[in-house]
């Protein structure tokens, strides 16, 4: 059905448990031909020949392209951050090809694409692709240093971007002064974004306009069009970008794929449209994946306990290509937030990031952002111990108090107010801390270890800082258009793309409080490319934020074209024209008329579109608690009680919000616990994704949030809001691992475990012993 | 082969080839989409169905061994003349998805769940839901909605 009607799409809950949700997948086109990607078995290597003459002639086989096939026809997949953002003078040429020609440069690059009648012809053929490979040093963990063959020419000590922020001569003057210095070493492993339904695309060519159209599942169509564009060398008009419903994403379907511009040149090629799912294993081998920091860290502290100067010190794991936005996701999006709240003098940040032989990290939930509250966190967590400060009364010490005034974190990120240490009281209070002593020796009495920790988070919404680093200056835009229906509904279409987040919801109130009109008329949708000129799509926890500004830009001009109108029938001058929740008035006379009254009246005539920067983001702030139990005959880990208290502004319906909190935390655990990304050696058996299987945390493993809305309006929007969707996945890791911290601290082994804290982790560490009087030695 | 299968209670007879997936047969032969491919392995629980009234994955499943059985979809959950389902009305109010994705399959296990252990508390329907993965909710609204469904059924049996 959706094969012929295509268009944007509203998100309907109805549709989403009866079956009727139509998903890529679910579409049909006639005459429609598959593509599998023949992908690179090696972590590293050079491509000597590829041999294609089977599986040209096997059964269904419409075409096989090559990389070098490719390579005339396309361009790499172009990283859109300029290297100034990332302190280099001159971008790199390693961006992502669509498909591998000369060399290979991780396990799951592809190296051909074959399309034939059926999905079982294509999988068939593409088994006999032969291609003949010389084996080449391969670097799996992220090291710099001169070497025999580097992953690339251009960068001989595999080092991507070496970047500085933040003031370093004041911070070593700071802790050459600081009473106490406090060190952590921290790993924040990689982890696969893994949402339930996996990428996919359908190219379709019109031979005709010579138009192409991609179907495809990414988070913003316009984002993903011009990414394609550029890469296929095609004017905007000449791509459509559709998305039906969209299954999951957390950041890893942000970007232009390599896949997508395959069907795309398949489809031209084959005159047929052309389909590609990937499997499970294809999301391991090819979805740009997150995190991989190791972090040294730092802090300074005066006599009385209080922040002098922070220093962090990232090595990341960027793997072989940059993705879309890789640089900035390593660097300028977490570092605003990298001094929480709290009154530090002086930071500075120093990022490297380095290739591996690995599918390259990008944006997964937070991007940048728990990275850096995890190692903030932890840290201050660590200086408490260290100092035998109790770590509520640390933060205290350094927090600014509730309902502050707008300032600027020592960052340079103006904070637009937040509650901060009244997060922490509530939430200190909600999870009863003070009863915890009584809980943890009961727990003693079972033979379980039992924990409790606690975190701040700030955030960074409204994705400012990526859109910034795209071009100097940048804003990040959104496009609201809005059509009204001679029956009285109301077409809203806008660039986000929901993914379970139901970015509807305030546009919907929004529309009908403004305008007088019924909920209930209003539709609003969202993914297709050519129903809008531009639009923002959704990453950095934005799209309420951006939404609010191009829905109030939309508004605001069919207001005026209506009070326009009003005018001239009442032969006033506008500006004598009042308009008060839905009706118009002029200034001094009766007369009266509603605007649900006007659209029929007026026909298309005020039917408009408004597009709009987004000025201000917001800061998102809160503090979570959670207790552990821990079973030291196995190591295992039960989260027994998880409370969070979240700023997000004013929370425009709570049920979604608490959905997103309690998302969001889950991740956070998961990666606390659980996840971690395969490494090349293990993605070379085929048994790898069984890690979807045991890393994947299920519905008895994961708490229920109690979580209580503190939200302070923000100032800066029509919605009061601030953001919520990444929250959660930065507060659950330090969250969880100070617990875990607290549990285990009569075990030395502690202060060096990492996450993923897994059982056989957590047991290591209790049978290596405790220590009467815990030595407190610094770390290296 | 031929398969003789009552999908959706409706009597539907079928050559198909002996390696076809069940998933398979039902998506693109059958052309019922609401049943989802979450992980091809499994794992997921994203193509759960119900045969003759018991959860299945359908991707672990040939379409031959259907023959002779009954098989129920997201889709043809609702009895005649009904909207919804009482579990996919429990999971509409309870907000027990977001993105969707593998909302159909858990709703087919929930019902299975609401089945054969009618009174199940919180506890036992998260040990009962650890073959279908959500990767959105934290699935503290799917347990809630399962618990919902689970009593709404039993109400409507006991009336």
Request: overall charge negative; proline content about 6%; aromatic content about 6%.
């Amino acid at each position: 059905a959706f094969a012929r009607n295509l268009g944007p799409l509203p998100r309907d809950v109805g549709k989403m448990i009866t079956g009727g949700a139509i998903y890529v997948d679910d579409v049909r086109f006639e005459g429609e031909a598959v593509g599998v990607v023949v992908r690179s078995p090696h972590p590293h290597a050079r491509i000597r020949a590829i041999d294609a003459s089977a599986a040209r002639g096997a059964p269904g086989v419409l075409a096989v392209l090559s990389g070098e096939d490719v390579a005339r026809m396309a361009k790499p997949i172009a990283c859109v951050i300029p290297p100034a953002a990332y302190g280099r003078a001159e971008a790199l040429p390693v961006d992502r090809p669509v498909l591998a020609a000369g060399r290979v440069r991780h396990v799951g690059d592809g190296v051909a694409f074959v399309v034939a009648e059926t999905a079982e012809q294509a999988r068939e053929a593409a088994e006999l692709v032969k291609v003949d490979y010389e084996l080449l040093p391969e670097y799996v963990e992220p090291r710099a240093g001169a070497l025999g063959m580097p992953i690339w020419d251009a960068a001989p000590d595999n080092v991507a971007f070496d970047w500085q922020f933040g003031n370093p001569a004041l911070c070593r003057d700071l802790f050459n002064r600081a009473a106490h210095t406090v060190r952590i070493h921290l790993s924040i492993p990689r982890l696969i974004p893994n949402p339930i339904e996996p990428r996919a695309a359908i190219g379709l060519h019109d031979p005709q306009s010579g138009k192409l159209t991609l179907v495809s599942n990414p988070q913003g169509v316009h984002f993903v069009r011009g990414g394609l564009t550029r890469a296929l060398g095609l004017p905007d008009g000449e791509l459509r970008v559709v998305s039906p419903y969209l299954g999951g994403a957390f950041g890893s379907k942000i970007y232009a794929y390599p896949e997508h511009a395959l069907v795309l040149l398949a489809a031209r090629m084959v005159g047929r449209p052309v389909r590609w799912t990937a499997t499970r294993r294809e999301a391991f081998l090819s979805d740009t994946q997150g995190r991989g920091h190791t972090t040294e860290a730092a802090m300074a502290l005066d006599e009385d306990g209080r922040f002098l100067a922070l220093s962090v010190h990232p090595t990341v794991d960027i793997g072989a290509y940059f993705s879309q936005l890789t640089p900035i996701t390593a660097t300028g999006v977490g570092a605003p937030i990298q001094g929480g709240a709290y009154s530090f003098q002086a930071i500075e940040i120093h990022v490297r990031g380095i290739f591996t032989n690995k599918v390259p990290v990008d944006a997964y939930r937070g991007a940048g952002r728990p990275e850096a509250n995890y190692v903030l966190e932890r840290l201050v967590d660590r200086a408490a111990a260290e100092l035998r400060i109790d770590p509520a009364e640390l933060r205290a010490r350094n927090l600014p108090d509730s309902q502050t005034a707008p300032f600027t974190a020592v960052t340079g990120l103006p904070i637009g107010g937040g509650r901060f240490l009244d997060n922490q009281r509530l939430c200190l209070e909600r999870a009863d801390r003070a009863g915890f002593a009584q809980r943890r020796a009961e727990a003693a009495s079972r033979g379980r270890l039992r924990g409790f920790g606690f975190a701040h988070y700030l955030e960074a919404n409204g994705g400012l800082q990526v859109a910034a680093a795209i071009a100097p200056g940048g804003l990040p835009h959104e496009c609201a258009a809005l059509k009204f229906g001679a029956d009285g509904t109301v077409a809203v279409t806008i660039g986000t793309q929901s993914s379970g987040q139901d970015h509807a919801r305030p546009v919907t109130l929004y529309v009908a409080e403004t305008l007088g009109l019924a909920a209930d008329e209003i539709t609003v949708r969202e993914g297709d490319s050519d129903a809008l000129p531009i639009g923002g799509g959704t990453g950095g926890s934005k799209s309420t934020l951006t939404s609010s500004v191009a829905i109030k830009q939309a508004v605001d001009i069919v207001i005026a074209k209506a009070r326009a109108l009003m005018a001239q029938t009442w032969n006033v001058q506008p500006e004598t024209v009042q308009f008060d929740r839905g009706v118009f008035s002029a200034a001094g006379s009766l007369r009266t008329v509603r605007f649900a009254d006007l659209v029929s009246r007026y026909p298309g005539q005020l039917d408009n579109e408004g597009e709009a920067a987004l000025h201000y983001g917001s800061s998102a702030n809160g503090c979570h608690a959670c207790e552990v139990e821990i079973d030291p005959e196995t190591g295992a880990v039960e989260i027994v009680r998880y409370t969070g208290v979240d700023d997000f502004g004013r929370v425009i319906d709570a049920a979604n919000v608490q959905g997103q909190v309690q998302g969001g935390v889950a991740m956070g655990i998961g990666q606390a616990l659980a996840e971690l990304a395969p490494t090349p050696e293990a993605l070379q058996h085929p048994l790898a994704t069984s890690n979807f299987n045991h890393a994947l945390l299920r519905a008895p493993e994961i708490p229920a949030v109690d979580w209580v809305d503190n939200g302070l309006p923000s100032a800066t929007n029509i919605f009061g809001a601030k953001a919520c969707g990444e929250s959660g996945a930065s507060a659950a890791p330090p969250t969880v691992m100070n617990a875990i911290a607290d549990a285990l601290s009569a075990f030395p082994g502690a202060r060096e475990l990492q996450m993923p804290a897994r059982p056989e982790d957590i047991w290591k560490v209790i049978s290596s012993g405790g220590a009467e009087s815990s030595a407190r030695t610094t770390s290296a | 082969m031929k398969i003789s299968v009552t999908l959706n209670g409706v009597a539907v007879q079928e050559d198909v080839e002996p390696h076809l997936l069940a998933v398979a047969w039902i998506r693109e032969r059958r052309r019922l989409t609401g049943t989802h491919i979450g992980c091809d392995t499994t794992q997921c629980g994203a193509c759960t169905i119900l045969l003759d009234g018991v959860s299945v994955k359908s991707c672990t499943l040939l379409a031959v061994s259907l023959d002779g059985h009954a098989v129920t979809t997201i889709e043809g959950l609702a009895a005649n003349g009904q909207d919804l389902h009482p579990m996919q009305a429990a999971f509409k109010e309870n907000h027990g998805l977001q993105c969707g994705f593998c909302t159909p399959g858990m709703i087919m296990r929930a019902v299975d769940i609401a089945i054969h252990r009618p009174e199940a508390d919180e506890a036992e329907i998260r040990r009962e839901l650890e073959g279908n993965i959500c990767r959105c909710t934290g699935y503290r609204n799917i347990v809630a909605a399962v618990f919902a469904g689970a009593q709404a059924m039993r109400a409507a049996r006991d009336k």
